[in-house]
């Protein structure tokens, strides 16, 4: 060992001081350094684990205001669907009521048209006995003025539109 010490001109005087120096130095390093910094690294270790777990949770309320978010949406289409179809139904139903009453007046505005029809066939047919009497009168009043009289002619001209009434009975049941 001397050989050693010899080689490598070791004082261990000068050692052990070293070996002070470098035990105060580490004890100095540890209370002051590593101690403080171990600490300041626990927390924010824990800081870390904190916001890990905060995340998670995080991201679990994220899934569940999905699932939120999901059956909102699918109840939204529910009920839009159900508004919908209730649309449809009233719809329907106004349109059925709107083709009744159109139908009502078309069956009102042809029972009108038949009834005044038949008012203006009655006229027209009233005009046409009229004129037809008229007629029959004036011919007989110039075929034969001298042998008939007045109540002659017309009793000659009811008898002619009598006629021609029941023809026109006749024609119509045809």
């Keep these: 060992m001397e050989s050693i010490i010899a080689t490598f001109h070791l004082d261990w005087k000068l ?16 209370f002051f350094v590593l101690k403080p910094l171990t600490k300041v690294m626990g927390e924010r270790s824990q800081e870390i684990e904190k916001s890990l777990i905060q995340t998670k949770e995080i991201e679990e309320k994220f899934k569940e205001a999905e699932k939120e978010r999901a059956e909102i949406l699918k109840e939204s289409r529910r009920q839009a669907q159900k508004i919908i179809a209730q649309a449809k139904i009233l719809a ?3 349109r059925e009521k709107i083709i009744e009453s159109a139908r009502l007046k078309v069956e009102k505005i042809v029972e009108d048209s038949k009834t ?5 066939k009655k006229q027209v047919l009233a005009e046409i006995h009229q ?8 011919a007989c009043e110039k075929i ?3 042998v008939m009289d007045k109540k002659i002619d017309h009793a000659l001209a009811d008898k002619v539109l009598a006629e ?4 026109d009975w006749q024609n119509k049941k045809l």
């Excluded at 050692?15 to 540890?30: G, I, K, R, S, T």
């Excluded at 021609?164 to 023809?167: A, G, L, S």
């Design 15 to 30: 050692v052990l001081a070293q070996l002070v120096n470098f035990a105060l130095v580490v004890f100095v390093l540890w």
């Design 92 to 94: 329907d139903s106004e």
């Design 116 to 120: 005044n029809l038949a008012f203006q």
């Design 131 to 138: 004129y037809l009497a008229d007629l029959v009168v004036g």
């Design 144 to 146: 034969l003025p001298s």
């Design 164 to 167: 021609v009434e029941k023809q």
